[in-house]
């Protein structure tokens, strides 16, 4: 049975492996970088590392050393979205084992208000001859359409109702901004999406 790795376990995994030289590891660099990284006591590290041991992930070598076999498999639960993801699939941010469409979606923010990215876009439609919605992929056409009909909508709204999390939503929304179609404009409290000649 193929173990799954809860968060604590990803990160002692995480500490041997920064850890792991030729030879192998010592138990008490991985009980210093947990200490000094996630706060995690000797006792919890002795435990994990036994875990592991059991699992068949750590084994001890011929030198005596223990060592991170990466040939067994295992999974870890994306922290984000709760999905299972093999061991050797998932991305670490910061001692956590995150899938990699949840790594992406957090680095990967059009920012909304970009002066050069309006410019640019501004220039690349001007010089193609494009106006309004043309050259828009079907997306982004649906989207500037309801915010034309509605006169306006917040980005949680729109979220909902296409279905896409909130950082795909501004991610195109951003797009449609650069591309001086929508602008932002606060009314009371929420953010709206309005046309931009409104």
């Known amino acids: 049975m193929t173990p799954v790795l809860d968060e604590e376990e990803v990160w002692i995994l995480e500490c041997i492996k920064d850890v792991q ?6 138990i008490r660099d991985v ?46 639960i994306c922290p984000e979205c709760g999905k299972e993801i093999p061991g050797d699939e998932y991305v670490s941010e910061n001692g956590r084992g995150i899938c990699e469409d949840c790594y992406l979606e957090a680095h990967h923010k059009i920012k909304f208000a970009d002066p050069m990215a309006v410019r640019s876009k501004k220039l690349f439609r001007k010089q193609r001859g494009l106006e ?14 309801f915010i034309l009909t509605e006169g306006g909508a917040t980005p949680e709204k729109i979220s909902k109702l296409f279905g896409f999390t909130l950082q795909e939503t501004r991610n195109q929304l951003a797009l449609l901004r650069h591309c001086e179609l929508i602008k932002g404009r606060k009314m009371g409290d929420e953010i709206y999406m309005v046309p931009f000649d409104s």
């Not at 030289?21 to 010592?26: E, I, K, L, T, V």
């Not at 210093?32 to 070598?61: P, Q």
């Open 132 to 145: 309004g919605s043309e050259g828009l992929t079907d997306l982004q056409k649906d989207l500037y359409d």
């Open 31 to 76: 009980i210093k970088k947990g200490k000094s990284e996630y706060g995690i006591s000797r006792s919890t590290v002795y435990e994990i590392v036994s875990y592991l041991e059991f699992h068949g992930l750590v084994r001890t070598n011929s030198s005596g050393y223990r060592e991170f076999d990466e040939t067994k498999a295992y999974s870890v």
């Open 21 to 26: 030289a030729d030879r192998g590891f010592h």
